[in-house]
């Protein structure tokens, strides 16, 4: 029998996974800009056989408290030209971009995924998102989001609504190779847990540690078989960061190197946009301004407060608390170690059922992709756990699923 | 430098949307010497124009590429993204003209201004890119933009950036006019009034008579032509035969579309004009 295949998309918003990453040597921060770069990247990630490229996306301005980072790598370009840009130069990959239902119409989403669809000759994808990030709505005339029940709600019709408006356009022709974009979710809570189970064919997570991740895959394949879906159809993809070395040593001190690029000011202004509080003008030798956090922040004050409330109990200074912080980016995954030990470590989660594939998020970029591209794919091809080419052309061939499916919304 | 004589087309087939369609179109219109290609045009909406301005952007060196954004049916905050992107991809030879069939009076003119507000939000020498020293940006040239207008209320900037036009072309077509004074192309029709623009291009068929044409844009009287496509394929070869001398000399021109047709650089009250610079050897 054919051993567990691992899927693997790449994560490339952005300058890598790592605050500090864009001042590595081997990050091209100017290359963001430019189409040489996402030409580059795209083909790299072909060459690896990755399933796809994901784009995420903010609608909000970088910082917190009307600031704007200085020392913070932030385009956050469109993601849907970005991927139609590199549909042009690749054959294969599968492109993913994540947008809002809770910002656009179902009739503006299906018009841009439809027109995807159509011209990357059905490799498009769609990660959908309600945004949850209140600095978001004055940007659309608005004070506050929507209440998180009213945006699942609306995503649910907007969903619904743009698969028929698909489905007008694939008999309107020229057909949509797909029928319509893989459908993609990645939402944490209960509410977004089920919304993903009713309607996504790949989810996209957050798993620190095999356990984690064995936990989100079995409730997700039972919410996707109580909602009557075959949980064989939904791909289950935890993030995935890495560095590597020739030796554990050699990479545990790559990593060291990274994160020691960041000085106090970059790591309190991740801080700061994370905790929706401008904290830049406090001594970062001083305790951490825990009431002033509590007063001024936009985001929910219990989250907040369950962040911040033992570190200032314990006395760490702010400048410490957020070079922590800024350690453990967004709860993913971050492997340090050699190669071969990468490749064991994804065969590991694959075959306990922890995954069904990892999302990659290079830790500085190109670099980071080109190392993973050149030497763990490789280990994973040899050990036949990773395609050599892919079975067609479109991603849902890519992915194993059925190659044109209905939604379940 | 001497005033160009400026060749624009526009498509509006559904097939133009599958790249075995595309890919040749879009290398004709290269080879036909046309400065600018519209997607999509007034009355017809065969495609979404800005994933296929993005999908062209690789596919061409020279090419202007102007969407068509129906003001009925978008957003200015997604319009100005996807516009500052996809003028990074071609850098600088990005363009759009609204549409305002379908939306209510005054849409498409505030989604004009919106999105030039989110554009000027950015000076043009913000990004900074120095590893040593760890300054990404410099914040003091970002500001709020706080547009208001009867439709559209956008606090900005568009968290992207400003593209390399300062603002990719707006065009305007004297079919279906929106009240815009500064507008930098205008379709005119023979009779019809004109909009105020820049540059006036003249719609014609392909068969119209290119030395009177000649004549004409030598009198000033326009700055170029403007022709409707219905079968692109067919049609891209002969207009390069047939205006080939108009355009001769400047087929192979690179750089901004703005320093190419002799457009204006945009202003800005605030901030440093012109197009977003990228800081090199960072």
Known sequence: MMEKQIHLWAFLQGIGFFPSGWMHERARPEGVFSMDYYARVARLAEQGCFDAIVFGDQLQSRGAGGRTPERMAMPTLDPVSLLAAMAAVTDHVGLVATVSTSYNTAEMLAERFGAMERISGGRAGWNIVTTAHPATAPNFGEDDLPPKDERYRRAKEVVAKACELWAAMDREGPMLPQGRPVLVQAGQSPDGRDFAARTAEAIFCPAANIEAGIDFRNDLRSRVADVGRNPDGVRIMPGLSCVLGGSEEEARAAHTAILDLADDALAIEYLSESLGCDLTAFDPLGMIPVETILDQTILPRADIARAVTPAQEKGTPLGAFAANFMRHPRGHNVFLGTPEQMADMMIEWRDAGACDGFTLQPSYMPGGLEDFVEQVVPILQKRGRLRTEYPGTTLRETLGLSAREAVTA | ?282
């Open chain 2, 1 to 282: 430098m001497t005033r160009p004589f400026i060749l624009s087309a526009s498509i509006a087939e559904a097939t133009f949307a599958v790249p075995e369609t595309a890919a040749p179109i879009l290398q004709a219109a290269e080879a036909a010497g046309l400065d600018l290609l519209v997607m999509g045009r007034s009355g017809e909406r065969p495609f979404d124009a800005q994933v296929l301005l993005a999908w062209a952007a690789p596919m061409t060196t020279r090419l202007g590429l102007v969407a068509t954004v129906p003001a009925s049916n978008a957003h200015p905050f997604h319009v100005a993204r996807a516009l500052s992107a996809i003028d990074f991809l071609t850098a600088g030879r990005t363009g759009w003209s609204v549409i305002p069939e379908g939306a209510e009076d005054g849409m498409a003119e505030d989604m004009v201004g919106a999105a030039r507000a989110l554009w000027d939000g950015w000076g043009s020498d913000t990004l900074i890119l120095d590893k040593a020293s760890g300054r990404y940006l410099d914040a003091a040239k970002v500001h709020a933009s706080n547009y208001e207008g009867p439709f559209f209320k956008v606090a900005g900037p568009v968290n992207a950036m400003r593209p390399p036009l300062g603002h990719p072309l707006l065009v305007v077509d004297g079919d279906d006019p929106i009240a815009i004074s500064d507008a930098d192309l205008a379709l005119i029709d023979e009779d019809g009034a004109a909009p105020t623009a820049t540059k006036r291009l003249l719609k014609v068929s392909p068969d119209a008579d290119v030395a009177s044409l000649i004549t004409r844009f030598e009198a000033g009287e326009i700055d170029g032509v403007h022709l409707t496509l219905t079968n692109a394929a067919a049609q891209l070869p002969e207009i390069g035969a047939r205006f080939t001398s108009l355009v001769e000399g400047r087929a192979h021109e690179a750089g901004d579309l703005r320093r190419r047709l002799g457009l204006p650089i945009p202003q800005t009250a605030s901030n440093q004009p012109g197009g977003a610079v990228i800081p090199e050897n960072a």
